[in-house]
Structures are given as structure tokens and as C-alpha cells.
């Protein structure tokens, strides 16, 4: 099978972000609190209007961390890695 260069640097970084992927679910499973990022750290981890994007359309699903309404939010570090690498993944498909 052959590949182009721009084939072959696009698999090279799918397989690296898949890593990154794999990665944050190990570090999810050795110490879970490691995993959760505030809203502020989500802001920029990954881009303000990012996160209330996918928020906004139900593809992120941040956690209160208390019962009051004010509580803050808590996002998961591997669901954003995840979620890029899905969108990356799409639009390459396409």
C-alpha cells in the first residue's frame, strides 16, 4: 500500500494522539483525581469557546462538584483528549 506524505503525516498523527489518548486513561485509572480539570484549567487546556461549544452541544459533560448551583464544574481531561482526537479523526475521514 502506498501512502502520500501528507497520508502518511496525517496517520503519524493519529497514532501519537492516540497514545496521548491511551495515556490520560491510564493516569485516569492510577489516580483519578489527576483526570479532572476545572473549568478554568479546561479554558486552557483547550480553548474557551472550544469547551462551551462542545459543552453547549452535549459532547462534554462537565460535573458539579457539589450539590449547589454555584459549585464548580469539573471536565475530564481523557473526554476533551478524546473529543479532539474524534474531531481531528472526522475531518480526515471526510
Known amino acids: 500500500m502506498k501512502f502520500s506524505t501528507m497520508d502518511l503525516f496525517t496517520l503519524k498523527q493519529n497514532i501519537m494522539e492516540s497514545a496521548e489518548a491511551g495515556a490520560a486513561a491510564i493516569m485516569k485509572l492510577q489516580s483519578p483525581k489527576s483526570d479532572e480539570l476545572t473549568q478554568r484549567q ?7 469557546g472550544w469547551i462551551d461549544r462542545h459543552t453547549r452541544n452535549g459532547n462534554l459533560k462537565p460535573v ?4 449547589a448551583p454555584n459549585s464548580p464544574r469539573v471536565y ?3 473526554e476533551i483528549i478524546a473529543l479532539k482526537q474524534a474531531e481531528k479523526l472526522g475531518a480526515t475521514l471526510k
Open 76 to 78: 475530564s481531561r481523557l
Open 42 to 48: 479546561a479554558y486552557e487546556f483547550a480553548g474557551e
Open 64 to 67: 458539579r462538584m457539589g450539590k
